[in-house]
Structure formats: structure tokens, C-alpha cells
């Protein structure tokens, strides 16, 4: 019996039974869909964190202030100043940390910026001329504040695109040039810290989840004394000038900052030093695990699935007792009706596998709208992987739950199954 | 040459400890051509014997060599092949598949042969039973003598040395069954042998020679004296 042949019989099978084949698709349908959108999600969260993480820039390592917090995260509200400028000297030292290209110390706070009768409530960077050298960006107009004007605390600002747009774009003004006002939320100095605009930064979205384009940059001794009121870090960026060389500044920045701190043993220590590369090998570790997890949940669905195909072969193989005893007289071998019900499960998966597969990719595609929609930086994506292991899997399903139902019906008696009623 | 040889066939049914012996050892010659009617009460051994003869069962011991071989040698898929090529089936329930064109059921057992013009085989064999009319209906919408004479289109389309009829007039009206019986009669005056097996005194005397078994022993073989010739139903057969 050529397989030609047996497709048709088995399609006209299925055909005329169009209900049941319907219902009988659908445990492995769901299944299917879901390991599909599962996949898909799974890839865009990960490229949306990814995304965030790397945008700040390769090869780079963060120093924060306070011990790393193994057992849990930082008390919030504590604020930690055991991070102070002269660290962020010391480690300009080429002599001892070589491989640095860029040592950009930061400070952070809340700000409210007055520009004539306007007001917004952003967030400033007190950074200094190295910052250009640690994040990439480019600059829509003017520039970046230089040395000079770091180290001589002048008062000039460089602000975000977006910044720019609502203080600015209405009135049509060139912002460079323009004198806006800063004023500290906690600190109080009274009518703000007139700033000159000196330049503006291109849209660059987010990163790690703070709007880039909602920041202001001021020179960092501007925002440390001026606007704050403070002495300490609260961020130094070091730039590595090769990923390989990244282990060894880790290792020269620790020993620079334990001198620096007078720190002896290393329970001691009082700040954290991170690579961005291992936050995003750690993210990519979790969001892998997840979808690890969520895909298996839904590879459940798929036996389950496989189980109502087992059961539907078997009451259609007790069905078709005659049949196969017909079957066998008029010639057929065991192995031509095993082959025949064989192919008749893998079919059935093998439907329930393309219908799901539309059905999870469509699903996929609608949900990466949405969430561009609501102004997350989503890919949409199905990897071809996920297409080709799922309908593997659904027809390995149904040739596996549909070769028991198969083999007992080759093996019928053809003389007892003539007699069935 | 005979076609069919058989020499101390038995056929014993192990039930725990008890042995059913349902043939004794049974013996028979039948050649090409010929006409046999296996006639006996049910539980004689007469479907046993049958389906002996049509390699669905095997004997528990004996001889039965078909066309001269012995067919004992032969694994179950060789028997499935011989079954396709040999053998003719035509039972009393028909056994046609539901939602299936008249057509669809003739080619099945094609399906599982080496020939490949299976549309012009089923066709020529229907129309050998006078039913070309009847390709393209379900079996649900035709008559029960037109469903046993597309069984006999069927068990004919692979051109097969030998008919197996099992009470094929068993469940038609006597019209319907005179005319089954006349397409045999007129197959084997064609040429086919036909074993025909009933318990009917009336349908064995269409045969020509009528083995009558009982308790697993031939009780007698001897040829028709009286044969009962089937007169065709002008309507039905052209």
C-alpha cells in the first residue's frame, strides 16, 4: 500500500468526521498557540530588557555607594555618602587603573526647572566631561560641557530632547542660550540655580527604565553644592577600554576604593562594583528561566492534548473494528493499518499544530502592537525554532499517544473483528 | 492440477485446560473451476474451515497446500498478500464501508495491491455486476442485494483465483438472493472456482459438488445431482 493512498484514505476519514476532528485538534491547538506566544513573549521581554540595559553603553562598570546587597535589596530612603569625589580621582590614576578610558562621576536628584512662567519636575545628573566617553549619545544642538567647564563648576546645563520640547518648542526659542532655573526638591535655595542652556541631546528612549530624554545634566560640583547641598557620589561610571581587560579594572577599582576607604577586610567594604555586561548575562539568565518555565507549563497543555488524541483513537479504533477486520481480509498487513492509524494521530496533531501555530503567531503579533502601543520598545518575534519544535512536538505527539491505538488495531484478529458488533 | 489440497486438517481451541477440537482431520481436493458448497449446522466447523481456507486462520496441524504450496511456510504478511491476490471475500452482512461511494468500496481492496488503474479495474468489475449506474452513491442509499452485488464487484476487482461466499444470500429477500446467486453461478460458468458456505439446502444445491460436514468430520462430498440453476433478473442484470 503506497502512502499516497493511505493519506487519502485517512484525509477522507478525517473529513468525514469533521466534529470530532475539530475537537479533537483542539487540546493540541491550545497547546501549540501557547508555547508559540509563550516563546514570542519571552523573546520580546527579553530583548525590551536587554535593550535597556545595554543602551547605557558596553564595557562598563558601575560603582555604587553601600555594600552589595546579596541578602536583599538597600534599605530605600537610606542614603549611603561613603562614595566621595576623591575616589573618583584616585581612579583616574592611569597607574593604577590602566585600562579605564573614562572615569564619569555622577549624582542624582529631583529637580523642578522654571523657564518663564513654565515648570517641570525632572530629574538632574550632576555628572562631568567624561560622561560623553561612558554613555553613548550624540547631541541635536550645542554641546556637552567640557572640563573647563566641569571642573570650574560653571553654571551651564545641557538638557533633554524632550525637556527641550516643552519648555521651548511652543515658543519657538533656540533653548541654547536660554537661562533656565533649577530648584532641588529637598534642598532649599530659593527662586532655583540659574543654569545656561549649552546643549541638547538627541532622543535616545529609555534606559534601565528612566527616560533619558526627561534628564538634565549640570556640571557635578554645580549639582553637588549648588542644587543639592551634598558631598558624596552616588555613581561612577568606569569606561573599559576592552571587555577582555573589564575582570582586571574590577579587580583594580575594589583595590583602589579599599585603600581609598581604609578598608582591611573585605566585610568591610562600603561599595558595590558592577558590570553591566553581568547584568545583562544575569537578566538574560532570568528571563530565560522564565520562559523555560512557562513554555513547560504549556508543553503540559500539549500532553494533555496528546492524551485526548489518545483516547480518541481508541474509541475510533473500537469504532472500526470491522473495518480493520474488512482491512486485513481483503489484504491488508498489519504494518499498512498501523501505518494507516498512525497517520491518521499525526495528522490530527499535525493540524492542531499549523492551526495553533497561526493562532499563537497572530496572538504574538497583536500583543507586540499593544505593547508598542503603551510605549514599550517591544520586538515582535517568533523564531523559527519555536515553529519547527512545536509542530515536531505535536506530531511526535500524536505519532507517540497514537501508536498504542495503532498497534492494537494491527493487531486484531481479522476473523473476530468481521464479527464485531 | 488442484487448486486447493487438503489432507488431515485440524483445528483445535485451547481453553485452559479444556481442547475444543472443531476439525478432526479433515481431507478434500478442490480444482480450478469448481463450484463447492460447505454445507453443516452452525458449530460444525464449517467457518473455521473456511477461514482456514482463505489463510485468515491457520490449522493447528495438517496439510493444506493452495496451488500446489504448502502454505504452512508463509508468514502473516505473505498471507495478507496472498489474501489480496487469491482470494475473493463475500459475506452475509456485506461488511461495505459507511460513508463511502459505491466506487470507493470496490477499489479498497486495490489499495493494498500492486496494481495501479484502480478507477478502470473497480469500474469494469461493478459493471460485471450491473451496477455502473451506482458509482458515485453511499452505500447507505442502495438496496441490500445491491450492497452484496457491490461486494461481489469488490471481491472480484482483484481478480482473484478463488470466491469465498459465506451466507451471501443470508440477509436478501429471495429475489435479491437469486440474483447473488445467479452472478456466482455465472462467474464460475466464466470460469472462477466459488466456495460457497450455507447452511441452506436451497442455496447449497447452486453449487456443483456439496461438502457437508458436521462435528468437525466431513459427513459426505458428493456432486449435485439436481443443480438449481438461477434464472437472472432481467431488471437488475443486462
Same mark, same amino acid.
Given at each position: !500500500? ?5 493519506? /487519502? ?8 468526521? =469533521? ?52 541578602? %536583599? ?8 555618602? @561613603? ?37 517641570? &519636575? ?38 533633554? @530632547? ?21 530648584? #532641588?526638591?529637598? /534642598? ?11 546643549? *541638547? ?10 527616560? /533619558? ?25 568606569? =569606561? ?14 575594589? @583595590? ?10 573585605? $566585610? ?56 480493520? %477486520? ?17 497517520? +491518521? ?17 497572530? *496572538?504574538?503579533?497583536? $500583543? ?8 514599550? &520598545? ?14 515536531? *512536538? ?28 | ?37 460447505? !454445507? ?13 481456507? #482463505? ?25 495478507? +498478500? ?23 468500496? *470496490? ?7 500492486? =496494481? ?7 469500474? =469494469? ?22 450492497? /452484496? ?13 478463488? $470466491? ?9 429477500? #429471495? ?5 447473488? !446467486? ?17 447452511? +441452506? ?15 468437525? &468430520? ?21
Amino acid at each position: !500500500m503506497n502512502f499516497l493512498s493511505i493519506i /487519502q484514505l485517512v484525509v477522507k476519514n478525517l473529513r468525514a468526521r =469533521k466534529g470530532r476532528t475539530a475537537l479533537t485538534i483542539l487540546g493540541i491547538t491550545i497547546g501549540v498557540a501557547g508555547v508559540i506566544i509563550i516563546i514570542s513573549l519571552g523573546a520580546g521581554a527579553q530583548s525590551l530588557i536587554l535593550g535597556q540595559v545595554t543602551k547605557l553603553g558596553s564595557n562598563l562598570i558601575v560603582i555604587q555607594p553601600g555594600k552589595t546587597a546579596e541578602s %536583599g535589596a538597600p534599605i530605600p530612603g537610606l542614603v549611603i555618602t @561613603s562614595l566621595v569625589n576623591s575616589d573618583a580621582d584616585a581612579l583616574r590614576d592611569k597607574g593604577r587603573v590602566p585600562y579605564a578610558t573614562a572615569v564619569n562621576a555622577n549624582t542624582r536628584g529631583s529637580a523642578t526647572i522654571i523657564w518663564g512662567n513654565k515648570t517641570i &519636575d525632572t530629574t538632574f545628573l550632576g555628572t562631568d566631561s567624561d560622561y560623553p566617553k561612558t554613555i553613548d549619545f550624540t547631541m541635536q544642538s550645542g554641546q556637552f560641557f567640557s572640563a573647563a567647564e566641569d571642573t570650574g563648576g560653571a553654571n551651564v546645563v545641557v538638557i533633554g @530632547s524632550e525637556i527641550a520640547n516643552k519648555l521651548f518648542s511652543d515658543s519657538g526659542v533656540n533653548p541654547i542660550g536660554q537661562v533656565i532655573k533649577v530648584k #532641588s526638591s529637598v /534642598q532649599s535655595n530659593v527662586g532655583g540655580v540659574p543654569l545656561r542652556v549649552i546643549g *541638547v541631546i538627541s532622543p535616545r528612549g529609555s534606559s534601565f527604565f528612566q527616560n /533619558q530624554d526627561e534628564l538634565i545634566f549640570v556640571p557635578l560640583v554645580v549639582g553637588q553644592q549648588q542644587i543639592l547641598g551634598i558631598h558624596h557620589l552616588q555613581m561612577i561610571y568606569i =569606561k573599559v577600554d576592552n571587555a577582555v581587560n573589564s575582570s582586571s579594572t574590577v579587580e583594580a577599582i575594589n @583595590s583602589v576604593l579599599k585603600q581609598q576607604h581604609h578598608i582591611l577586610d573585605d $566585610i568591610n567594604i562600603d561599595f558595590t562594583v558592577r558590570r553591566t555586561d553581568d547584568a545583562a548575562k544575569l537578566l538574560s539568565t532570568i528571563t530565560d528561566a522564565l520562559s523555560l518555565f512557562l513554555v513547560s507549563m504549556a508543553a503540559i497543555s500539549l500532553v494533555v492534548g496528546g492524551i485526548g488524541i489518545l483516547n480518541i483513537m481508541m474509541v475510533t479504533v473500537a469504532e472500526r473494528t470491522r473495518e480493520i %477486520g474488512l482491512r486485513k481480509a481483503v489484504g491488508a498487513t498489519k504494518k499498512a493499518i498501523r501505518n494507516q492509524f498512525l497517520l +491518521e494521530a499525526s495528522l490530527l496533531t499535525g493540524l492542531g499544530g499549523v492551526v495553533g501555530i497561526i493562532i499563537g503567531v497572530l *496572538v504574538s503579533y497583536l $500583543i507586540s502592537l499593544l505593547m508598542i502601543k503603551l510605549g514599550y &520598545d517591544w520586538a515582535f518575534i517568533v523564531s523559527p525554532l519555536s515553529i519547527i519544535l512545536s509542530v515536531g *512536538v505535536s506530531i511526535l505527539t500524536g505519532v507517540a499517544f497514537g501508536l498504542f491505538p495503532a498497534i492494537k488495531a494491527a493487531k486484531l484478529d481479522p476473523i473476530d473483528a468481521l464479527r464485531y458488533e | 492440477m488442484n487448486l486447493i489440497n487438503i489432507k488431515d486438517l485440524r483445528k483445535d481451541y485451547i481453553t485452559g485446560d479444556v481442547v475444543t477440537s472443531v476439525l478432526k482431520g479433515v481431507n478434500f481436493k478442490i480444482d480450478e473451476g469448481e463450484f463447492v458448497a460447505i !454445507m453443516g449446522p452452525s458449530g460444525s466447523g464449517k467457518s473455521t474451515l473456511m477461514h482456514i481456507l #482463505s489463510f485468515l486462520d491457520r490449522p493447528t496441524s495438517g496439510l493444506y497446500e493452495f496451488k500446489g504450496e504448502n502454505i504452512n511456510k508463509f508468514d502473516d504478511d505473505y498471507l495478507a +498478500e496472498l489474501r489480496n491476490r487469491e482470494i475473493g471475500f463475500v459475506f452475509q452482512s456485506f461488511n461495505l464501508l459507511t460513508r463511502t461511494t459505491v466506487l470507493d468500496n *470496490v477499489k479498497l481492496p486495490l489499495v493494498y495491491s500492486k =496494481k495501479t488503474n484502480h478507477d478502470e479495474l473497480a469500474k =469494469k468489475s461493478l459493471e460485471a455486476v450491473g451496477l455502473s449506474h451506482r458509482l458515485n452513491y453511499y452505500t447507505n442509499q442502495i438496496s441490500g442485494g445491491e450492497k /452484496q452485488r457491490v461486494a461481489i464487484a469488490r471481491a472480484l476487482v482483484c481478480d482473484p483465483a478463488v $470466491i469465498f461466499a459465506d451466507e451471501p444470500t443470508g440477509n436478501l429477500d #429471495s429475489k435479491s438472493g437469486n440474483t447473488v !446467486m445467479f452472478l456466482l453461478q455465472q462467474l464460475n460458468d466464466q470460469g472462477r472456482t466459488i466456495i460457497l458456505v450455507t447452511h +441452506e439446502t436451497d442455496t447449497a444445491n447452486h453449487a456443483k459438488r456439496i461438502i457437508r460436514i458436521k462435528d468437525g &468430520d466431513i459427513l459426505s462430498d458428493e456432486p449435485v445431482l439436481h443443480r438449481t440453476i438461477a434464472d437472472a433478473d432481467k431488471d437488475l442484470i443486462k
